[in-house]
Structure formats: structure tokens, C-alpha cells
């Protein structure tokens, strides 16, 4: 299972943008699709999460601004970034629950991070 994400860039304060992952592999399902990122010198937070039927939870310091989506049929998470802030750079990690076989636990899997830098 490979996550593809893409979609970063730099930005100027106020600005919008748009992060896509896209899951490709030997997998039957996917459950729960998520967003997390890490800052220089801090953990790795979650910024937003969809569940397979489009549930979805946000870190207060977002809301409002973020929507995350899916598209199951193409296996790719999306997340509209909207109003950002110097505050939300980072680096930004796709994450999906996927159940590799059925009958198989699930389990985590990250994309490779895509940097995002608002400017002042």
C-alpha cells in the first residue's frame, strides 16, 4: 500500500490550498483517511479526519477554515485549505486505516508529507 500526497506549496497569509493522497496497492478496504502535521521542533498533530462515510473531526485551531473529503471510488483523501495562517506551515502527512485482506487486522499507513509554508 502507497500514499501519494501532493498539493503543497507556499502561500501568501489569507490564501487557499488544496492537498491530495491518493492510496494505491493490494488492500479491500479503507476505513478512517486523515490528516496530520508536524512542525520544525514539534509532534505531529491531527488536523482533520473522514471516516469511509464521510464523517468528519477537526483540531479547533481549523475549523471553519479546513474541509477535508473523500472520493472512495478513486481511493484519495482530499483537503481544501482555506484563510491559512503563517501558524498552519508545516509539514502536512496523509494517513488511511486500511485493511490489507479480509479477516485481517487494519492498519496505518503515512504518505511521504507534503511542505506547506504561508507567508506573512
Known amino acids: 500500500v502507497q500514499l501519494q500526497a501532493s498539493g503543497g506549496g507556499l502561500v501568501q497569509a489569507g490564501g487557499s490550498l488544496r492537498l491530495s493522497c491518493a492510496s494505491s496497492g493490494r488492500f479491500v478496504s479503507i476505513n478512517d483517511m486523515g490528516w496530520y502535521h508536524q512542525a520544525p521542533g514539534k509532534q505531529r498533530e491531527l488536523v482533520a479526519v473522514?471516516?469511509?462515510?464521510?464523517?468528519?473531526k477537526y483540531v479547533d485551531s481549523v475549523k471553519g477554515r479546513f474541509a477535508i473529503s473523500r472520493d472512495n471510488a478513486k481511493n484519495t483523501v482530499y483537503l481544501q485549505m482555506n484563510s491559512l495562517k503563517p501558524e498552519d506551515s508545516a509539514v502536512y502527512y496523509c494517513?488511511?486505516?486500511?485493511?490489507?485482506?479480509?479477516?485481517?487486522?487494519?492498519?496505518?499507513?503515512w504518505g511521504q508529507g507534503t511542505q506547506v509554508t504561508v507567508s506573512s
Open positions: 494517513n488511511a486505516d486500511v485493511r490489507v485482506m479480509w479477516g485481517r487486522d487494519t492498519r496505518d499507513y
Open positions: 473522514i471516516s469511509r462515510g464521510g464523517y468528519t
